[in-house]
């Protein structure tokens, strides 16, 4: 799922499962705690798609659908501007899930 302007903005005011990932060092694509520093102070995100992570946007929806239907669930929400959302008791966490099942 590609994410929106509007959404790529009040991500930066926060603290997003990506963005621990970095800070952990955990971070496949080689983005530093400074990148991160860099993205939400300065908004300049070096951030460069790569084949294997286009082919992931692309195919997301179908796993999405296929995970749904292997676990018996449904799909109930996957409208993106919508997923974006801060946690309800720690502010400064914010998430984007790829969709809500039920």
Known sequence: MSLTEQQIAFRRTGITATDIRVLAGLDPYGRTPHDVWADKVLHVDNYTSSEATELGELLEPIIIQRLAKKVGLHV???TPDRLTSRHARIAHHI??????LA
């Open 76 to 78: 109930l929400d996957w």
């Open 95 to 100: 998430a984007t899930p790829d969709a809500i």
